[in-house]
Every structure is written in C-alpha cells, then in structure tokens.
C-alpha cells in the first residue's frame, strides 16, 4: 500500500500533520498552542476537534487513535470522543461542522497544490 492517501500528504508525518492543525488554526482563529494545550473552552475544543477529525478522516485506519494522540497531546480515547462528536454532527447534517470540515479540506488541498 502506498504510504499516500491524499495525494501530496504522507501517513504521519510531523510535517503533514502541522499542515492539518496549522489549516485549522488559520480556519478558526485559534493558535496551535491553545489547540495542542489542555485548555478546555468550547471554542479551543471545536477547533482541536476539528483537527484531531481531519487527521482521522484523510488517514484512516493507516493512522490509529494513540498515534493521533501523540501528535495532538491527547491520550486514545479523546482522539476517540472527538471523532465520534464530529461524526455525530456530520449524521444530523449540523450545516456549521460540514461546512467547516468542508472548508477545511478544502484549504489544505489548496496548500498542497500550491
């Protein structure tokens, strides 16, 4: 199997996985420190949801939850209740979280093709 899921991004790397939480951070206005730090509020947990989903989503299976957690300073099962609150959002079809996922995506594939 290729170590390319997306095309331009390789499975865990420190330098892909910057990408994803530094498009976040552009995307929500929330700093990298904030997002990888401990605190809690709702709009610091949205964007590092986000992040922590993204990196789930472009990777799969190739990536599991405690090596996300290790690039996002979260044990496994963090990484497992952030990816269930998205997917959660995503079956109802919360507008705000797919367009923001959406966005996202988007934008990083913009930086790679760039």
Known sequence: ???YIVPGLMIGTQR???LIIDTVCDYTGISKEKILG???????AI????AIYIIWDLFGTNMPFNKIGSFMNRNHSS???AVRKINGFIDINDFVTV???NNIKNN???KLCA
């Open 1 to 3: 199997m290729s170590p």
């Open 16 to 18: 892909d996985i910057d």
């Open 38 to 44: 401990v605190r809690q509020d709702a709009e610091i």
């Open 47 to 50: 964007a590092r949801h986000y």
């Open 79 to 81: 990484v497992n209740g």
């Open 99 to 101: 367009r923001d996922i």
């Open 108 to 110: 990083i594939n913009n």
